[in-house]
């Protein structure tokens, strides 16, 4: 899909699944920059950058000195709040060396109150880009933006949660399929909700 696509001038943003050297080289060499998600399926990757912060705040923390950014946003008893911290990668970062044009870290925060109760958690980042936290945290929500638009439309419409398929090539390629053939139908002129347009396929075959 990256081969295909026009994405000159571009930041490309992507979750833990397509967090893959592969994915990181093709990129960089189609001239743009990545922002990709760091989970347990590149478990070293992911414990080295969780030492890194926790040795940073340790030993060095004026590394943070102007890498720090906080949003808080809250509407109608909800409340979102996000803390961001950027490193630049160092030779520490072993493991970051097989990712194409990798130049630093984000750790992200998130806090989330609702009617009082309140639920933490803390994501990790490899990003091609050295700009300044700030920058980088827009970058992070409107990807999580257009990702919690898409998961419901996944959930309800196309009812992935819902799927048997768990080797990882499979649930891997029909995420893909699903994702592929949403965009298609968003992208159809009929005047209508993605049910609706699903519905109206349906009845054409």
């Given at each position: ?6 994405v000159?001038?571009a930041?490309i ?60 946003e ?6 979102s ?15 970051a ?45 409107n ?12 959930d ?18 029909m ?14 002129p ?16």
């Amino acid at each position: 899909m990256l081969s295909s696509l026009e994405v000159k001038g571009a930041v490309i943003s992507a979750d833990a699944m397509h967090c893959q050297t592969q994915t990181a080289v093709l990129i960089k060499e189609r001239g743009v920059d990545y922002v990709l998600q760091v989970k347990g399926n590149q478990k070293i990757l992911s414990d080295e950058i969780k030492a890194f912060f926790h040795k940073t705040a340790r030993d060095t923390s004026a590394e943070f000195d102007g890498r720090f950014y906080s949003d808080v946003e809250g509407e109608h008893g909800r409340i979102s709040e996000r803390e961001y911290q950027l490193l630049l990668i160092t030779d520490w970062l072993t493991s970051a060396n097989d990712w194409g044009g990798c130049q630093s870290i984000v750790k992200v925060k998130r806090r989330r109150t609702v009617k009082g109760k309140t639920q933490q958690e803390t994501s990790y980042y490899l990003t091609s880009l050295a700009s300044n936290v700030k920058e980088f945290a827009g970058f992070i929500r409107n990807h999580w933006a257009i990702e919690s638009s898409q998961h419901w439309v996944l959930d309800v419409t196309f009812r992935e949660d819902e799927s048997q398929i768990y080797a990882e090539d499979g649930a891997k390629n029909m995420a893909l399929f699903r994702r592929a053939l949403m965009n298609m139908i968003k992208a159809h002129p009929l005047k209508d909700s993605m049910a609706g347009k699903v519905m109206r396929v349906g009845w054409m075959g």
